[in-house]
């Protein structure tokens, strides 16, 4: 796939790989986590945060490369007891969650939607878009002993709704279903799923052709070729064949994509939630609906939301089946790009919709009454703290600060304040006891 | 001083010292941190997040004990380069803050008022209230150069605000200044102030006896229950003698606490903010405004919102001068208390208003357009999954969820839904085209 390249938020940063925003690119950042928390919340998902920091052997039971993991050590440990020594980073938020439900079944309420917007860590070589510690934001739905399809589509429907809200532009996500997958593998005459899934799954980056190759050589005499007309077929579910005995699989995938596109709000012919035979998802645990996600205006940052059902994450670590759904979406490396737009790019550095400007320091008290009395009535106000006037408003409009109150002894005497609008350049004089009132009235204006 | 115990909150985690809440604890947890954030950004305070890994010699550099320290350790290098091993996870916020002015001092608007609610590491011993993961919610304001008292004044009126608004109950905020307190010391015959600081500073954890003898060995001939006289009187700026030669600091403090009680909007008589000279603080970086801060109802806790004003703290870094002032709520340690108190300890578990219920599976996809349907109309719609309609509808009270919509196949016909009010028990059938209109009354009454 030939991905052009947009360009990337260049970031800041004291450690190679573990990158900081600046203030501005934090508003951002903020302003995206509440979008996303909004809507991942109006479907009934509770936050949780789990531990930074797990068991080794809790991690490394999950198929991650041990290089990967960041472990922990303590400096010098005087008392000879290094309590750290069998812990380390987590380097994503499911296992966790799935250790998490597990040890606290008992007091959970199922089925158990949580969402989990937070950093994890893994030890890889950066590069663009690509850290060291970043951002995730997963939802999952776990079952106690089973969880209906519709579990499915809710979490599509959910991650759809988080990304249209965030206004990404035009996405795709392409929706498979392992089981599917796995039938038409044996059918093709593929004796064992998981290594051609393996292949599928990167078919993307190194080309059909080689994958064609790579797939023939898995089991001979394999239908290698009708295999993949069937995936990469213009309408995939229809170039099925009919002996392929994906009857139960395929109706499980169609139900997932009609669900969801309804709980999405998609109108016909609206491609954003769609059935594609090739997503495979590498992760082994999946075990039914795999889903991978990219942007239309930034493909080159791959799949930015992806997921999936698990029947047995939880398996490992007790004796009771939870069964799940989640998805997760890619947030840093997503806001190596979406920072770059706008609305983000140029959101108001400050909080504060208002400055308090010091015109005469000997009058601080009265300018601390103000600014104490606007945020009673619910202003967010600055205090600037000193320095010349001019270099004040200044500061405050380039922290995208609407209005300045300017209070020299002449309005003190008079109870009354300058409102200086900062944009546009004009002032009024107002009385001082019904200020929050007309700055209210200005703000919504 | 004699100090009550009150209940601690019990928490699960699988790694001693790195403690997780239930989700009813996250609820609780999330709306303290949206309050604190309210607050902070009322006041124009920007949010800030710095990587939650420091170089180590950053860290070291600053004071703390290495053993506290985590360090990090790649777990199993294979290429033989271990990109982590100079580097370890944060104990503050406040020395990564002062790294992160002084790399981008020339893309930040001073003063620069940042706010950071996240978690530090350290690895001490747990105990009740005591976690080797734990969260800070920090203020601080820097100057480029220079940075007037009014910063002191405004960090104490924000945190108070905070606190207040976090319901805490009953609180005193202890304020201080170093240089009265040097000033005091020099005047009783310290020739060097910071051993007698430290003294001063575990004085109410050792009793001032002890101390006493302690500051006499310290320093000969000096004049300690004089002192000390001074240090506990009731009215103690009314008690500094007039030949202590510290007028300047004296009125330092007494604009802080002037500027800050004002700011916070006190009444005479309220002491919530209020001079206390044996407030000392332990690290030596403070230069000037001090203050610590304990809880009527909780004194156990020690102080949980603590800091002060620092001239230098940057000035290893750089060579510019860049003073601040910084105050840190104790978050993990206040929310073991406050977490047991009303609201927190009852929020409705789900985010979620209704719960739109699963009578008959053969309506599912009826259902997910009536969920989506409320979605869109900006009510927080939770769908049930399957099960007995009685199991969901008691799991959904349990939730906290108020209101549920129940269709079976009449209502369909009719294009109507029930509406059940779980806490009431009573039920009205309502038109579907109107749902959503109806619930947004049934929630807003």
């Known amino acids: 796939m030939n991905k052009p390249s947009s360009p990337s938020l260049p970031l800041v940063g004291d450690v190679s790989g573990f990158p900081e925003y600046l203030p501005q690119q934090q508003r951002g950042f903020e302003h995206a986590v509440g979008i996303i928390r909004g809507v991942y919340e109006s479907f009934g998902f509770v936050p949780l945060e789990t531990s930074r920091v797990e068991r080794t052997e809790t991690l490394l039971a999950k198929g991650i490369a041990s290089k990967?993991?960041?472990?922990l050590r303590r400096l010098n440990v005087e008392d000879g007891e290094d309590g750290s020594k069998d812990v380390a980073l987590r380097f994503d938020l499911t296992v966790p969650?799935?250790?998490y439900v597990v040890q606290n079944q008992g007091q959970l309420v199922f089925p158990f939607r949580r969402y989990q917007i937070q950093p994890v860590w893994?030890?890889?070589?950066?590069?663009?878009?690509?850290?060291?510690?970043?951002?995730?934001?997963?939802?999952?739905?776990?079952?106690?002993?089973?969880?209906?399809?519709?579990a499915d589509a809710e979490a599509i429907a959910c991650a759809y709704g988080a990304l249209k809200a965030l206004g990404v532009?035009?996405?795709?996500?392409?929706?498979?279903?392992?089981?599917?997958?796995?039938?038409?593998?044996?059918?093709?005459?593929?004796?064992?799923?998981?290594?051609?899934?393996?292949?599928?799954?990167?078919?993307?980056?190194?080309?059909?052709?080689k994958t064609a190759a790579l797939l023939a050589g898995l089991a001979a005499g394999a239908k290698v070729e009708a295999l993949i007309a069937v995936l990469r077929a213009p309408a995939p579910l229809e170039a099925i064949p009919a002996d392929a005995g994906v009857d139960d699989a395929l109706a499980e995938l169609r139900t997932v994509i009609t669900q969801a596109r309804?709980?999405?709000?998609?109108?016909?012919?609206?491609?954003s939630i769609r059935p594609d035979l090739i997503i495979a998802r590498g992760l082994d645990y999946y075990t039914g609906t795999v889903v991978e996600t990219t942007l239309a205006a930034a493909p080159e940052l791959g799949s930015i939301c992806s997921g999936g059902r698990y029947e047995n994450l939880a398996a490992s670590l007790g004796k009771?089946?939870?069964?799940g759904v989640g998805l997760s979406i890619g947030l840093s490396r997503l806001l190596s790009w979406l920072l770059l737009q706008e609305p983000y790019a140029s959101l108001p550095l400050s909080p504060a919709n208002v400055v308090v400007a010091c015109q005469d320091p000997t009058l601080m008290m009265h300018y601390a009454e103000v600014a104490a009395l606007l945020r009673n009535d619910g202003i967010a106000t600055e205090m600037a703290l000193?320095?010349?006037?001019?270099?004040?408003?200044?500061?405050?409009?380039k922290k995208g600060i609407r209005f300045a109150v300017i209070i020299g002894q002449a309005e003190f005497d008079a109870q009354t304040a300058v409102v200086k609008d900062l944009q546009a350049g004009t002032q009024n004089v107002a009385p001082l006891d019904t200020l929050g009132a007309t700055l209210g009235k200005l703000l919504k204006a």
């Not at 990967?68 to 472990?71: F, H, I, K």
């Not at 510690?133 to 399809?149: A, E, N």
């Not at 009771?320 to 069964?323: M, R, S, W």
Request: hydrophobic content about 40%.
């Open 386 to 397: 000193g320095g010349a006037l001019g270099t004040q408003l200044k500061n405050a409009d």
């Open 262 to 271: 309804t709980m999405a709000g998609l109108k016909d012919g609206d491609t």
């Open 68 to 71: 990967e993991v960041y472990g």
């Open 122 to 150: 893994r030890g890889e070589r950066p590069k663009a878009g690509r850290y060291r510690q970043f951002y995730q934001c997963d939802i999952d739905t776990i079952g106690d002993g089973s969880l209906p399809i519709t």
């Open 97 to 99: 969650m799935a250790r």
């Open 320 to 323: 009771k089946a939870f069964p």
């Open 169 to 209: 532009g035009a996405f795709g996500m392409r929706v498979n279903n392992r089981k599917l997958l796995s039938g038409l593998l044996a059918w093709a005459g593929f004796a064992e799923a998981q290594p051609a899934i393996k292949l599928i799954d990167d078919a993307e980056k190194i080309g059909w052709e």
